[in-house]
């Protein structure tokens, strides 16, 4: 009985010690033009996942998110954007014109994805294991520009909500962190 019990805890503490540190390696998403990119091939960069959308109050952020990306994209780090529509319709353009007001508005030149549904039942596999784990949370994505960032192995290691800016000390001074390991 004692061995069974023991056992029990062992397997509970090994499960949550999986779902600590979740790993994105294995996802396969399509970028913009609609190509498959498995995210292994980001392995040995340290990412900033975002959900992004053209008509939303936090859209200026896309501004923030270029100088950070142009700050330390020769340092190993890379920003992967994906629209989406899920937050009142704030992103209702093809691909096409996604792209083409990320670059004419805002001079984006870091990755951006297929449009990508970030909350309910076919919520993407990548933001599932996103918000969906011990690490960063089991909440639900409240609105666009939330943030996650990946490190150099694909595991996922914080979370930032939208009203944090790109270029605010917590989110540089983890990407900082991340870089030196």
């Known amino acids: 009985m004692k061995n069974i019990f ?22 396969v998403v399509k970028d913009i033009h609609l ?9 040995g960069k340290v990412l900033l996942i975002v959900n992004v959308a053209s008509k939303c109050g936090f ?5 923030g998110l270029q100088k950070i990306y142009d700050e330390y994209k020769d340092k190993g780090f890379v920003i992967l954007g994906f629209p989406c ?30 449009k990508v549904n ?6 993407s596999p990548l933001f599932d294991i996103l918000t969906n784990n011990f690490g960063t949370g ?10 996650f960032l990946v490190d150099k192995n694909g595991n996922v290691v914080e979370r930032f909500r939208s009203l944090t800016e790109p270029t605010s000390k917590k989110i ?4 900082e962190i991340e870089l030196s390991k």
């Open 59 to 63: 859209t200026k952020q896309y501004e």
């Open 85 to 114: 529509n899920n937050f009142g319709s704030q992103e209702p353009g093809s691909n096409k014109q996604i792209i083409e007001f990320c670059s004419l508005n805002y001079n984006v030149t870091f990755p951006i994805f297929d």
């Open 6 to 27: 023991l056992s029990s805890i062992f397997g509970l503490f090994n499960l949550n010690s999986a779902k600590s540190s979740p790993n994105i390696s294995d996802i």
């Open 138 to 147: 089991t909440s639900s994505i409240k609105w666009n520009f939330e943030k």
């Open 118 to 123: 970030v909350r309910g039942s076919n919520r």
């Open 35 to 43: 190509d498959n990119v498995k995210l292994s091939s980001y392995k």
């Open 172 to 175: 540089t001074s983890s990407i």
